[in-house]
């Protein structure tokens, strides 16, 4: 495993599913480990319970992306507290599906402010550190969704489709000061945020993967270290897929 040793990485949405998986991955590569969660705090705590038996340090921190004047207090603490963070992976994402004649502006507006605005205000609280040291690894956590669209989530597809432009141009921004910038386009993955799914339709999309199964967290989690290690230095800019072929 790549070892990413006492670099110190904020995980917003870490408390469950693929962020839960990303924060145990880094511990078992020595990292220090901020787990950023918005309500469950009983989750929080177990994966930094996780992360503590691994005999690694960590922390969590509420904080809703969504809400700038949050975001700017957590970024404010960590710079007291740390000076720097290595790595930020943004995680942190809500769903409100609906058919788009028929979606209110609560439905695109909660999507779009946490999985759009939030990521940008977290970039922005942790370029403020790593532009001063001329290092860093963004991992913005994107969706199929975003590369091609899906009906019923128009808002979704927005948000997800806005993180890859994102992605891409501040890669260019910031590339000179030694920040690399990547995203990761997970397909249908073994987490709660699927459970909702009718069991018919999920058994019909398992069937067009062509690996023939659901991905796991883990394999998310292995992708985002990757792009965080030294092993992707000169990897920018890069939308990962990680759908097991469902798309190419």
Same mark, same amino acid.
């Given at each position: 495993?790549? &070892?990413?040793?006492?670099?110190?990485?904020? %995980?917003?949405?870490?408390?469950?599913? %693929?962020?839960?998986?990303?924060? $145990?991955?880094?511990?078992? /590569?020595?990292?220090?480990? %901020?787990?950023?969660?918005?309500?469950?705090?009983?989750?929080? +705590?177990?994966?930094?319970?996780?992360?503590?038996?691994?005999?690694?340090?960590?922390?969590?921190?509420?904080?809703s992306v969504a809400?700038?004047?949050?975001? =700017?207090?957590?970024? =404010?603490? #960590?710079?007291? =507290?740390? =000076?720097?963070?290595?790595? #930020?992976?943004?995680?942190?994402?809500?769903?409100? &599906? +609906?058919?788009?004649?028929?979606?209110?502006?609560?439905?695109?507006?909660?999507?779009?402010d946490t999985n759009?605005?939030?990521?940008?205000?977290?970039?922005?609280?942790?370029?403020?550190?790593?532009?001063?040291?001329?290092?860093?690894? $963004?991992? +913005?956590?994107?969706?199929?969704?975003?590369?091609?669209?899906?009906?019923?989530?128009?808002?979704?597809?927005?948000?997800?489709?806005? $993180?890859?432009?994102?992605?891409?141009?501040?890669?260019?921004?910031?590339?000179?000061?030694? %920040?690399?910038?990547?995203?990761?386009?997970?397909? #249908?993955?073994?987490?709660?945020?699927?459970? &909702?799914?009718?069991?018919?339709?999920?058994? !019909? !999309?398992?069937?067009?993967?062509?690996?023939?199964?659901?991905?796991?967290?883990?394999?998310?989690?292995?992708?985002?270290?990757?792009? /965080?290690?030294?092993?992707?230095?000169?990897?920018?800019? !890069?939308? #990962? +897929?990680?759908?097991?072929?469902?798309?190419t």
């Amino acid at each position: 495993m790549q &070892d990413l040793k006492d670099k110190i990485i904020l %995980i917003t949405g870490g408390s469950r599913g %693929i962020g839960r998986a990303i924060a $145990i991955q880094f511990a078992k /590569a020595g990292s220090l480990v %901020i787990i950023n969660y918005n309500s469950n705090e009983k989750a929080a +705590n177990e994966t930094l319970n996780e992360v503590i038996r691994l005999g690694r340090k960590g922390e969590i921190y509420q904080t809703s992306v969504a809400n700038n004047n949050e975001v =700017k207090e957590m970024f =404010k603490y #960590l710079r007291k =507290k740390y =000076k720097k963070i290595d790595v #930020l992976v943004n995680n942190a994402g809500v769903n409100r &599906d +609906n058919l788009a004649a028929m979606m209110t502006n609560d439905q695109w507006n909660q999507v779009i402010d946490t999985n759009l605005n939030g990521l940008f205000y977290c970039c922005r609280g942790v370029l403020k550190m790593m532009i001063g040291k001329k290092s860093g690894s $963004i991992i +913005n956590l994107t969706s199929l969704s975003g590369l091609a669209g899906k009906a019923g989530q128009t808002n979704y597809s927005a948000s997800k489709g806005g $993180i890859i432009g994102y992605t891409k141009a501040l890669a260019k921004e910031v590339g000179r000061y030694g %920040i690399r910038v990547n995203a990761i386009a997970p397909g #249908l993955i073994d987490t709660d945020m699927i459970r &909702d799914i009718p069991e018919e339709i999920l058994k !019909h !999309h398992e069937e067009n993967i062509p690996i023939g199964r659901l991905g796991k967290p883990e394999e998310v989690a292995n992708v985002a270290l990757f792009l /965080a290690s030294d092993l992707s230095s000169y990897i920018t800019g !890069h939308v #990962l +897929n990680v759908s097991g072929g469902e798309y190419t």
